[in-house]
């Protein structure tokens, strides 16, 4: 059950806190702990679980508030930070999406956080750099769709390595197994509404990519009525924490194996890309990342309307994403545009 309001005593006087953080007297607690339903994450332990040898990730920063960790990473690029370093936010008061949309959310409701790659490094080339978004998305979908099937069938430890899923814990847990789809470019869904949003930017000889995913916000809570979140899907567990750990877990993998082929959507890779949740194996394990995206895309098929930038529109049915990540809508491929999906 949510946790809507506690009682904490202050020197002499009891307040009230509600949900949010937001005190009944009127002021803003400040305190990290001030709402239980939504507990802070933890630096050390999420550092501890993911920068190894070996590893990706070389540092895990966890900050109370900034305007923008999209922001914060590129100036850090500029400064030398290496490959691997990730910026997480509790609140992001300056947040970005896509064609330059405002995007906010209540202090940790959500996962906000930036990744700082340099896949320049590994052979990738600048007309294959398109690719890293929508790898994203499908590196943040997956991890939605193994981490609410976890969850279902109670494949969480309840000690061990603090909530990372494993054994199951003795049965299963009421909760919806969500069906993550990409919404071209790179727009997250769960049926026709949006789970999570990400935003690449270039960043000195590298790339900042920013992810945006909706936990714990409950529907008086949504920036858009066409957002939702972990809850309001009905998902059995909205802790942060581990679907952090299994975001980034999952990222790694797909980027390390698109990078080894120096960033070639269509190639095959050594060992495979992952098997996704719910999607077949025989679809899941061949055609390299072009495939796996068309796979989970909510897109493809559909009659759209395509807003482009200087004011022109389109609208037809969207037939294909091409090899270099653009949407074929008709005879049209499009490299940029806001996509909306025609019911």
């Known amino acids: 059950m949510p946790v809507f309001a506690v009682t904490i005593s202050v020197g002499r006087m009891p307040v009230t806190v509600a949900r949010g953080g937001v005190r ?9 702990y001030s709402d239980l339903e939504r507990p802070p994450l933890n630096e050390k332990t999420l550092g501890r679980l993911l920068v190894r040898p070996g590893s990706l990730w070389r540092e895990i920063q966890v900050v109370p508030e ?9 100036a850090l690029a500029g400064k030398g ?6 910026l997480v936010a509790e609140v992001q008061t300056a947040g970005r999406g896509r064609l330059d949309r405002a995007w906010s959310a209540p202090p940790r409701s959500g996962l906000m956080f930036s990744m700082l790659l340099r896949p320049a490094e590994a052979g990738v080339t600048a007309a294959r750099l398109g690719w890293l978004p929508l790898l994203t998305g499908v590196a943040v979908a997956a991890a939605v769709r193994k981490f609410t099937a976890r969850g279902r069938s109670g494949r969480f430890s309840a000690l061990a390595d603090l909530g990372e899923p494993g054994e199951a814990n003795g049965g299963g847990v009421d909760g919806n197994v969500l069906d993550a789809r990409l919404k071209w470019p790179n727009d997250v869904l769960v049926g026709e509404r949006k789970l999570a949003g990400i935003l690449a930017e270039q ?3 590298g790339i900042v990519v920013g992810v945006g995913l ?9 920036p858009v009525p066409s ?6 899907e009905g998902a059995a567990f909205t802790d942060r924490e581990p679907l952090l750990r299994a975001i980034l877990r999952e990222f790694e993998t797909w980027y390390s194996a ?4 120096m960033g070639d959507p269509e190639a095959d890779v050594p060992d ?4 996704v949740s719910g999607i077949p194996v025989s679809e899941s394990i061949e055609g390299g990342l072009r495939q796996a995206y068309k796979n989970l895309s909510a897109t493809l098929g559909r009659e759209v309307r395509a807003e482009l930038p200087g004011g022109r529109t389109i609208s037809g049915t969207a037939l294909d994403v091409d090899g270099s990540g653009c949407l074929v809508v008709g005879d049209q491929a499009l490299s940029a545009g806001d996509v909306i999906h025609v019911r």
Do not use: K
Not at 214 to 222: C, K, P, Q, T
Not at 227 to 232: D, G, K, N, Y
């Open 24 to 32: 009944f007297d009127g002021r803003v607690s400040t305190s990290p």
């Open 66 to 74: 900034t305007g923008s960790t999209n922001a914060d990473l590129v």
């Open 81 to 86: 930070a290496p490959e691997g370093s990730v």
């Open 203 to 205: 960043a000195d000889s």
């Open 214 to 222: 909706n936990v714990s916000l409950h529907a008086d809570e949504l």
């Open 227 to 232: 957002a939702t979140s972990l809850a309001i």
């Open 258 to 261: 698109w990078c080894t082929v």
């Open 272 to 275: 495979g890309y992952p098997v």
